[in-house]
């Protein structure tokens, strides 16, 4: 099965932009929906968004308009390209992979990153 490796995180002011990568290894990249999530201490991880196998995206309300995925299967690559951010973005961001169609539950997704922390400072 993939394994997977975050990149990108770090300190962006409000309003500003930032872009994670999530790159896949050791599998059949085409074979998996690549999703992304949230967690801030002491909160549950939370769904962001998620690319399928063919490329439509999902997003949560709170990311709707400001994030944006993007799959490059040549780079076993999927992109997060996050705009106009607010405070409320801060969090540890993790990447998963599941077979499948999208389910934004964290229970259904069985593959992840280590997590990378973003910071959205005012």
């Known amino acids: 099965q993939v394994q997977l490796t975050e990149s990108g995180g770090g300190l962006v002011q409000v309003g500003g932009s930032l872009r994670l990568s999530c790159t896949a290894s050791?599998?059949?990249?085409?074979?998996?929906?690549i999703g992304w999530f949230r967690q801030i201490p002491g909160k549950e991880r939370r769904f962001v968004a998620a690319?399928?196998?063919?490329?439509?995206?999902t997003y949560a309300d709170s990311v709707k308009g400001r994030f944006t995925l993007s799959r490059d299967s040549t780079l076993n690559t999927v992109y997060l390209q996050m705009n106009t951010m607010n405070p409320e973005d801060t969090a540890v961001y993790s990447c998963?992979?599941?077979?499948?169609?999208?389910?934004?539950?964290?229970?259904?997704?069985?593959?992840w990153g280590q997590g990378t922390q973003v910071t959205v400072s005012s």
């Open positions: 998963a992979a599941r077979p499948g169609v999208i389910v934004p539950r964290e229970s259904a997704w069985n593959i």
């Open positions: 050791g599998g059949t990249f085409s074979n998996y929906a």
């Open positions: 690319i399928s196998r063919s490329g439509g995206s």
